[in-house]
Structures are given as C-alpha cells and as structure tokens.
C-alpha cells in the first residue's frame, strides 16, 4: 500500500531559525512530488513539482529537493509569515501525507 | 487564469438532514474534479473525483454521493447526514492526474 509520511507532526520556530521539514514514501513507480502549503481554514496552494531525484526547487525562503526515498523542505531564516501546514503529495497518487505544522514566532 | 468556486464556505446542518455541496471551476476545459474531507489530524481524505462529464469515482464506502453533472461543476450530496460526515470538504481540480491540484477554499460542515 502507498504511504507518505510527514515529520515533524509541528514544528516551532523563531524568525530566523532554519530547519527542515521531511515528507518520506513507498509509492511504487513514483514519479515525483508536489508540495503544498495550507493556510488555517483555507485550501492548500499548491508550492512545488520535484519531477525526479536529485532535483531541487526555491522559492523566496523554501527550497524543496528529492532522493528516491524522500523530500525535504528546507526553510531558510523563516519570516511569521511563513507560518502555516506544509503538504506533500506523490505525483499521480492521490494520496497526501498528513502535514507537517510550522510556527515561527517573531 | 483559472479559479474554483466552493460555497458555502460553512454549514451548520442537523444528523439526517439533507447535503449539497457545489463546485466549480472557470477558466479551463474537462479539468479533473475531487472532492477531499480533511480531519483533524487525519490528513486529506480523498472522497471522489472525476475525469469526465458523468465519471465519477468513489474511494471511500459511505452515505455520500456525487456528481458531475456539467464539464465544470461537481456537487457533493447526502440523503442524510451522520454525526461523523462533520469536518472540513474540499473540492480540486487539476489538468490531469499527473498535474498539480488547485483546491477552493472549502467548507466547514458541523453536524448537530
């Protein structure tokens, strides 16, 4: 059965603070990754595709990149702003991972 | 540019009481439709989704139903509705299953 899987559950940080949010998978044939940010009480907006591993995505303080087995996103000097639940969902499947909580406290 | 319409944006309805949910989506031709539930704690849940007029695929066993019944609209229905249908309904679109999903804003249901 695919599964995704997303660490930490939440994650708290201060402006500043860099850290790295983990989506790992069994999917058979997986054929890249998106993420995903949701805001409270909205729907997610859609952030990245990672076709195939070794690739990597940015944008402002997000940098997105894959291996075969997981993805991180990596959040550089983080802002309050970029306070939200961060999705990740194999390519074609479906299937979310349960999000992973970010704070940042100014 | 594309955009999704999902109203209402929240519904506060009795157990066995009749549902609708309406979608839909501008700006671009024979899109994929899905409907999500997210609970707390759960993640997203993907309930239905569709690839054509009439197509309409069920993932999960339950008292709702779908339908799609022009290229752009996609409603989610329930003769009658269970304590446990309460949360948080998403409606999607992508160009393909492959493509990145665009969601509405969604629907906070509260069941009483």
């Known amino acids: 059965e695919d599964q995704v899987t997303q660490s930490p559950e939440a994650l708290r940080l201060q402006e500043g603070e860099s850290s790295s949010l983990n989506c790992s998978y069994t999917v058979s044939g997986l054929r890249g990754l998106f993420w995903y940010r949701q805001d409270p009480g909205k729907g997610p907006e859609f952030l990245f595709t990672?076709?195939?591993a070794g690739e990597e995505k940015e944008k402002e303080r997000l940098k997105a990149t894959l291996t075969k087995k997981e993805s991180f996103l990596h959040i550089t000097a983080p802002k309050p702003e970029d306070s939200a639940t961060y999705l990740c969902?194999?390519?074609?499947?479906?299937?979310f991972g349960k999000g992973t909580k970010l704070s940042v406290k100014p | 540019s594309q955009t999704i319409h999902q109203w209402p944006a929240t519904l506060v309805q009795p157990v066995g009481s009749p549902l609708s949910l309406e979608c839909t989506v501008e700006?671009?031709?024979?899109?994929?439709l899905y409907w999500y539930r997210q609970a707390a704690g759960r993640g997203l849940q993907l309930l239905f989704y569709s690839v054509g007029i009439g197509q309409i695929s069920s993932e999960v066993p339950q008292n709702l139903s779908a339908s799609r019944p022009q290229d752009r609209q996609f409603i989610l229905s329930s003769k009658k509705l269970l304590l446990s249908d309460s949360g948080f309904y998403l409606c999607?679109?992508?160009?393909?299953?492959?493509?990145?999903?665009?969601f509405g804003d969604g629907t906070r249901l509260s069941i009483l």
């Open positions: 999607a679109w992508s160009a393909r299953v492959a493509q990145p999903q665009h």
């Open positions: 990672l076709y195939s």
């Open positions: 700006g671009t031709s024979n899109p994929n």
């Open positions: 969902a194999p390519r074609g499947n479906l299937i």
